[in-house]
């Protein structure tokens, strides 16, 4: 999946849908869909903290490269790469969070299953070219978005300095997903309170998300 053209097909998306039902039950129109999750989002102050709890079932878990790394296999969504994977420490029978491992660790971290501290910078593209900028704790976003979505992510790039990931919040009820393309530098990833920073794209039917992943593989 190439991150730009998918970006850019998002931006093409927004200016096309008319109405989208959100998660509360009403109708709205896309500027306005769009509106709420930035409030929801940029006012939450990060209070709230919760991790998700998982059960562990060894004979569930699959063997990976690493004999000490295990992978708790979730679902995919839309593509094979974009899932709920959990990778698991089995010393320790826990989530992996790690410097040995940044990917697996990464991974964790944006399924909110490891504590953590990080800040996200978000920049929210929504509809109409407007681009909204805030930052708020990495875990303030699942306890907006978390209680009626499933979430997904996908480590697309990774090299010595910088690691890119797609997270993707998807609501099976009204079938719309909310997107963050992420950057994490190498130096933030075990930083107290490390900051890393995403594009924000929301509102999106599932049915449009189909046909965008297939034209930017």
């Known amino acids: 999946m190439k991150i730009n053209r998918f970006a850019l097909a998002l931006c093409s998306l927004f200016f096309l849908l008319p109405k989208i039902t959100v998660a509360q039950n009403?109708?709205?129109?896309?500027?306005?869909?769009?509106a709420l999750v930035y409030e929801q989002l940029a006012n939450n102050t990060g209070g709230e903290h919760?991790?998700?709890?998982?059960?562990?079932?060894?004979?569930?878990?699959?063997?990976?490269?690493?004999?000490?790394?295990?992978?708790?296999?979730?679902?995919?969504?839309?593509?094979?790469?974009?899932?709920?994977?959990?990778?698991i420490d089995y010393s320790k029978k826990q989530p992996i969070f790690d410097k040995r491992y940044p990917l697996e660790s990464m991974v964790n971290a944006l399924m909110n299953v490891v504590d953590n501290s990080y800040q996200l910078k978000i920049t929210h593209n929504q509809y109409g070219n407007v681009k909204k900028t805030f930052t708020i704790p990495l875990h303030s976003i699942f306890y907006v978005l978390d209680a009626n979505m499933d979430s997904y992510c996908s480590v697309t790039k990774i090299d010595k300095d910088l690691m890119q990931a797609t997270l993707v919040f998807h609501n099976p009820k009204n079938n719309y997903i909310h997107m963050f393309l992420l950057d994490i530098p190498s130096d933030q990833m075990f930083k107290d309170k490390g900051v890393f920073s995403a594009k924000l794209y929301t509102n999106i039917p599932q049915e449009d998300v189909k046909s965008i992943i297939r034209t930017s593989k």
Do not use: P, W
């Open 50 to 87: 919760f991790i998700r709890n998982i059960e562990l079932n060894k004979k569930i878990l699959t063997s990976t490269a690493e004999d000490n790394v295990k992978l708790l296999k979730g679902k995919s969504f839309q593509i094979n790469s974009l899932t709920s994977d959990i990778y």
């Open 26 to 34: 009403r109708s709205l129109d896309k500027a306005e869909a769009d």
